[in-house]
């Protein structure tokens, strides 16, 4: 259903690339003595704010749509138990994020010098933040799609706050650069600890100059990432309706 509808597609895939194209030409040059270029930051960065996109944001408003036009109230009436409709979620989640990351990666390498990681423990990295960051993700745009109150907001509601949190969570700007109200803000959320975790990926240590800490401080990228799941599952099972609420 998802690749059916060729502008969503789109839209998921097109958004963090241009970005990346656009600030990555316009804000090029070195981050003085940290060896790491504002292309290659905002490289790592958006690979965060896409996979973040792909699942908070995506399925925060596709989700929204269905229930609005009433595929989940089908759904729900078909043999099919839940857990399916949520695994097949999950697992598109998962496949827009991963081509997702591809494709900023190639743009990244091609076009901004980003060297990627030899050693397999940066690989292994990589890899848990990207699962967590994924199925948390899902998880929260999936309780997230209860919050709208018609399909029409669902883009305004779902988009603002994820919008702001690219700008206060280190996808665009550093953190030596913001006050540290917004940093702490940033903190609690989830996108500012995967941004981190995939920058300690790509970056390497010079990288860790720019980070609040000067570390890249994975051990809570971790610990905050899982909590962030835990709370996922729990959003989910308390806030998803099947019906819209004129519905009953």
């Given at each position: 259903m998802f690749f059916r509808e060729k502008d969503a597609v789109v839209f998921t895939f097109a958004f963090p690339i241009v970005l990346l194209v656009l600030f990555g030409s316009i804000f090029a040059g070195d981050l003085e003595g940290t060896g790491v270029t504002v292309s290659q930051l905002y490289t790592a960065g958006l690979i965060g704010a896409g996979v973040m996109g792909a699942g908070f944001q995506s399925l925060g408003i596709g989700i929204a749509t269905e229930r609005q036009d009433g595929t989940l109230k089908r759904l729900a009436g078909t043999?099919?138990?839940?857990?399916?409709?949520?695994?097949g979620k999950v697992l598109v989640v998962l496949i827009i994020a991963l081509l997702e990351v591809?494709?900023?990666?190639?743009?990244?390498?091609?076009?901004?010098?980003?060297?990627?990681?030899?050693?397999?423990?940066?690989?292994?990295?990589?890899?848990?933040?990207?699962?967590?960051?994924?199925?948390?993700?899902?998880l929260l745009g999936i309780a997230a799609?209860?919050?709208?109150?018609?399909?029409?907001?669902?883009?305004?509601?779902?988009?603002m706050p994820f919008v702001v949190l690219q700008f206060i969570s280190g996808v665009f700007i550093p953190f030596t650069a913001m006050p540290p109200w917004l940093t702490n803000i940033a903190s609690v959320f989830p996108l500012k600890w995967m941004?981190?975790?995939?920058?300690?990926?790509?970056?390497?240590?010079?990288g860790a100059a720019l980070e609040a800490a000067k570390s890249y401080e994975l051990d809570r990228v971790a610990l905050v990432l899982t909590a962030w799941l835990i709370g996922g599952v729990v959003l989910c099972l308390t806030t998803f309706r099947w019906k819209n609420r004129r519905d009953g």
């Open positions: 043999p099919m138990p839940p857990s399916a409709y949520f695994f591809v494709i900023l990666l190639a743009i990244g390498v091609t076009m901004y010098d980003l060297d990627l990681p030899s050693e397999v423990s940066k690989w292994v990295t990589f890899t848990w933040v990207f699962v967590l960051g994924v199925s948390g993700s899902a799609s209860s919050l709208p109150r018609s399909a029409k907001s669902a883009a305004a509601v779902i988009s941004c981190q975790g995939f920058r300690s990926v790509f970056l390497g240590d010079g």
